[in-house]
């Protein structure tokens, strides 16, 4: 709930562009400099996923997706449709001269803003796990739906087309 306060005041007091990040690192519960390095490319609008497929991009540098809200990727979708990153697909979301010191404080301004304890971005990733406990308890997400979403996650295809963490090996 805390999270979701943060992003609204987030989107209020900041660009639509700069919400989205605080949206990203809430919903898709990445860490600062996996979120710092997304770019346009590895957006699918089509499927509200966003691949994170770079070379050292992620933890131990596997490959995997987050998937965003409908609202969310809407908004970056106008975002790249005004032209503000000259349409280079290359480009990072965020720019390259955000910080993590800079996200930082603008998730202390968004907290300020909406009368929430900062302790932290890192606790988006603890907030995203609690949410999908919410949504299992509620009975949104099955054991199967789990497992498909699981599935997914390891059978992301590399640039080279293969599954890094779904490998066949034989024995």
């Given at each position: 709930?805390?999270?979701?306060?943060?992003?609204?005041?987030?989107?209020?007091?900041?660009?639509?562009?700069?919400?989205?990040?605080?949206?990203?690192?809430?919903?898709?519960?990445t860490r600062i400099d996996e979120t710092l390095g997304i770019k346009w490319r590895q957006l699918d609008f089509a499927t509200g996923r966003v691949y994170l497929d770079d070379?050292?991009?992620?933890?131990?540098?596997?490959?995997?997706?987050?998937?965003?809200?409908?609202?969310?990727?809407e908004t970056l979708r106008d975002i790249w449709d005004s032209g503000i990153a000259g349409n280079n697909k290359e480009t990072r979301i965020w720019g390259s001269k955000m910080?993590?010191?800079?996200?930082?404080?603008?998730?202390?301004?968004?907290?300020?803003?909406?009368?929430?304890?900062?302790?932290?971005?890192?606790?988006?990733?603890?907030?995203?796990?609690?949410?999908?406990?919410?949504?299992?308890?509620?009975?949104?997400?099955?054991?199967?739906?789990?497992?498909?979403?699981?599935?997914?996650?390891?059978?992301?295809?590399?640039?080279?087309?293969?599954?890094?963490?779904?490998?066949?090996?034989?024995?």
């Amino acid at each position: 709930r805390e999270a979701q306060i943060i992003a609204k005041h987030a989107g209020n007091l900041f660009s639509a562009r700069e919400g989205t990040l605080v949206e990203t690192l809430f919903y898709g519960g990445t860490r600062i400099d996996e979120t710092l390095g997304i770019k346009w490319r590895q957006l699918d609008f089509a499927t509200g996923r966003v691949y994170l497929d770079d070379d050292n991009q992620n933890k131990n540098g596997r490959i995997r997706f987050i998937e965003l809200p409908e609202k969310t990727m809407e908004t970056l979708r106008d975002i790249w449709d005004s032209g503000i990153a000259g349409n280079n697909k290359e480009t990072r979301i965020w720019g390259s001269k955000m910080s993590e010191n800079d996200v930082r404080n603008l998730v202390k301004d968004a907290c300020s803003s909406g009368k929430v304890a900062y302790s932290g971005i890192h606790d988006f990733r603890k907030a995203n796990v609690a949410y999908m406990q919410r949504e299992i308890k509620r009975g949104h997400l099955t054991r199967e739906s789990i497992a498909d979403r699981i599935m997914a996650h390891v059978s992301v295809k590399d640039k080279n087309g293969d599954m890094p963490l779904n490998q066949m090996i034989e024995k």
